[in-house]
């Protein structure tokens, strides 16, 4: 399985915008669709975006659309995660996760590696 390991998250204000980003090692990255999810106080845990193992095909939850975007390197073995406009309701532990790379899925149970969540806080 690939390792996943996020960074990236912090308090911002209602608003304002940080940048994910889950470095990947032991596997070849470019096998690996990579997805972001969350979890919010008491809540279940949620898709948020997915990537293609090319890059060049995305999905996003209806909530987030317009306002996050995902994208990859794959020389560097990283995703990323863009999040602007930030509203209180996003606060969350985000978790980056990885699945084949011939999967096109916003399951999580189509996703066999995660990293261990970084926590983003948006005060109103």
């Known amino acids: 399985q690939v390792q996943l390991v996020e960074s990236g998250g912090g308090l911002v204000q209602a608003g304002g915008s940080l940048r994910l980003s889950c470095a990947a090692s032991?596997?070849?990255?470019?096998?690996?669709?990579m997805g972001w999810f969350r979890q919010a106080p008491g809540k279940e845990r949620e898709f948020v975006a997915f990537?293609?193992?090319?890059?060049?095909?995305?999905l996003y939850a209806d909530s987030v659309k317009g306002r996050f975007s995902i994208s990859r390197d794959n020389a560097k073995n990283t995703v990323y995660l863009q999040m602007n406009s930030l509203k209180p309701e996003d606060t969350a532990i985000y978790y980056c996760?990885?699945?084949?790379?011939?999967?096109?899925?916003?399951?999580?149970?189509?996703?066999?590696?995660w990293g261990q969540g970084t926590q983003v806080t948006v005060s109103s």
């Open positions: 996760a990885a699945a084949p790379g011939s999967y096109f899925s916003t399951r999580q149970s189509d996703f066999g590696s």
């Open positions: 032991g596997r070849t990255f470019s096998n690996y669709a």
């Open positions: 990537i293609n193992w090319s890059g060049g095909s995305t």
